[in-house]
């Protein structure tokens, strides 16, 4: 079953912060954050893994509650950069590259 | 370092027909998995090869298959071609297939069926 991920888009300004969720409904391994840009291929952020870390690259970050199954990707102080397609790709089989993905939250930075 | 490659980039094909797309991985990656995009369904796993061994498959019918050559290339073909089988299709590769590292995405094969 796919996660689900929220909101589906979101507009803002930049400088302004974001929060992008995904939740699943099973016992999760790990939580894969990819942004894909138009007529481009995804593009890898960060993976969260058992343990409930955060993690932080820049200005964005991410964090994983294993307990309700759910992650946050924090974008701060957005940037016209940040534009794209952000996409949660979850591991719940402990075997090997399967992801599901969340049908993900566009997300448009306007000057 | 290259990325990953995938052939050909569009391709136009009519219903009935078969089609076979190709995709090299990163030199010294050993998991190559494919995922099918459409605007409605997002991103559908297909299948993941590990030294030339599908390892996982997705819920997709038996009409789409794949392979993995020694050099860690990999093909999927698929069959008896439908109107709903245009889609991007991606495939991505990573170092040891754990399921806890990154993927490497190549840009897609855009397959339109008429």
């Known amino acids: 079953q796919q996660p689900v991920q929220s909101p589906q888009a979101v507009i803002l300004r930049e400088g302004e912060d974001a929060v992008i969720n995904c939740s699943s409904s099973k016992a999760l391994y790990s939580v894969h954050w990819y942004r894909q840009k138009h007529g481009e291929a995804p593009v890898f952020l960060m993976i969260l893994l058992k343990g409930g870390e955060q993690k932080g690259h820049d200005k964005i970050s991410a964090s994983f509650n294993e307990k309700k199954q759910q992650s946050s990707l924090y974008l701060t102080a957005s940037q016209l950069s940040y534009s794209g397609t952000y996409f949660c790709?979850?591991?719940?089989?402990?075997?090997?590259?399967?992801?599901?993905f969340g049908g993900g939250t566009r997300l448009m930075v306007k000057p | 370092k290259a990325g990953v490659t995938q052939t050909p980039r569009y391709l136009i094909k009519t219903r009935g027909q078969q089609v076979t797309l190709s995709c090299s991985p990163i030199?010294?990656?050993?998991?190559v998995s494919w995922y099918q995009q459409t605007p409605g369904q997002g991103l559908q796993f297909l299948f993941e090869?590990?030294?030339?061994?599908?390892?996982n498959k997705g819920n997709f019918p038996g009409r789409f298959s794949g392979r993995q050559f020694s050099n860690s290339r990999s093909e999927m073909n698929v069959s008896t071609l439908e109107l709903g089988d245009s889609a991007l299709y991606l495939c991505?590769?990573?170092?040891?297939?754990?399921?806890?590292?990154?993927?490497?995405f190549g840009s897609g094969t855009q397959l339109s069926v008429l």
């Open positions: 030199s010294g990656h050993r998991s």
């Open positions: 090869y590990f030294s030339e061994t599908q390892r």
């Open positions: 790709g979850t591991e719940s089989n402990n075997a090997g590259n399967m992801l599901t």
């Open positions: 991505a590769s990573s170092l040891a297939g754990t399921g806890r590292e990154k993927l490497f």
